[in-house]
């Protein structure tokens, strides 16, 4: 099939299924077009997987995300400057996405970041065929495809993170800001109260957390909390008490009930803090 410079090409066969859903429903992203050829005549001959779209740019690729209803996106690590990132944010933004990475050859480095960043799949170019099919069921079946090599490297990474001398972590910079607000993680508080604590809003907090994932490679909240204890992150950060107002609110709330006689409980309270959509300036 002869390739056509426009955003996204629709597979001829998509929608076969009837809406019913027992198809693998797939976009196929890749520099090369003899590759994307041969990805599609694989598939049709397979009754459980369609391909519905395919890309050749990461811009054609966010449109074919964006347009088709896809269960996997099949992504070459080379169509992006950064495939990680660009990666971790196709998936943060559709997650419901299965992504399967695409790589030159066998990388330890790009491997691992990708693993750590939650890709479904990562196989070779040279991937067999019956491999990539293979591959495809069990990313849709929930599990994570990984080659023989590339298991061993994750096993070999984590092995060796707790046997690293102090000398040896990887130097993570933190913000002053999300130093507070992970060593708020750390002791358990909710987004609520780090608000509280660090002057601004939940909103705020989730943002800032959402950068610590990615900045760190974690994926939530106890991932954060368990490599912050175990490389020290925010050993030297002090958590910033309850501001003087939220510790007086509920007192003050009580004594207004009982003057008006009526259940400090009941009601509607007013806001401990002024809402705000802007994100306070750090000191």
């Not at 910079?173 to 992970?182: D, G």
């Not at 601004?200 to 909240?221: F, H, I, M, P």
């Not at 003057?259 to 409980?265: D, E, F, I, N, R």
Request: hydrophobic share 40%; proline share 5%.
């Amino acid at each position: 099939m002869a390739t056509i410079p426009v955003s996204v090409e629709e597979n001829l066969g998509a929608g076969e299924d009837g809406g019913n859903g027992h198809f693998v429903r797939v976009i196929v992203a890749d520099t090369q077009a003899i590759f994307r050829a041969g990805l599609r005549k694989i598939f049709a001959l397979e009754d459980d997987i369609r391909v519905v779209g395919q890309a050749e740019t990461v811009a054609q690729t966010q449109s074919a995300v964006s347009k088709f209803s896809a269960d996997v996106l099949i992504f070459e690590s080379a169509l992006a400057p950064n495939p990680v990132e660009f990666v971790a944010e196709l998936m943060r933004q559709n997650t419901k996405l299965r992504v399967v990475v695409v790589t030159p050859g066998r990388d330890e480095e790009l491997t691992l970041e990708l693993f750590r960043r939650g890709v479904h799949g990562i196989v070779s170019r040279e991937v067999e065929a019956e491999l990539l099919v293979d591959c495809l069921r069990k990313v849709m079946a929930g599990e994570t495809w990984l080659d023989s090599q590339g298991i061993r490297w994750v096993l070999e990474a984590y092995r060796n993170q707790g046997n690293r001398p102090a000398g040896s972590r990887p130097k993570v910079q933190l913000t002053p800001k999300e130093s507070l607000i992970v060593s708020c993680v750390t002791q358990g508080m909710k987004n609520k109260e780090i608000a509280l604590r660090v002057g601004t809003t939940e909103q705020v907090v989730k943002n800032y957390l959402r950068k610590v994932y990615d900045k760190l490679g974690v994926a939530d909240r106890l991932e954060l909390a368990l490599y912050c204890l175990n490389h020290h992150v925010v050993d030297n950060t002090k958590v910033p008490p309850l501001p003087a107002d939220a510790n007086g609110a509920a007192a003050n709330r009580a004594a207004h009930a009982a003057a008006a006689g009526a259940s400090p409980t009941g009601g509607s309270s007013p806001a401990l803090m002024p809402a705000t959509d802007s994100e306070p300036s750090e000191k």
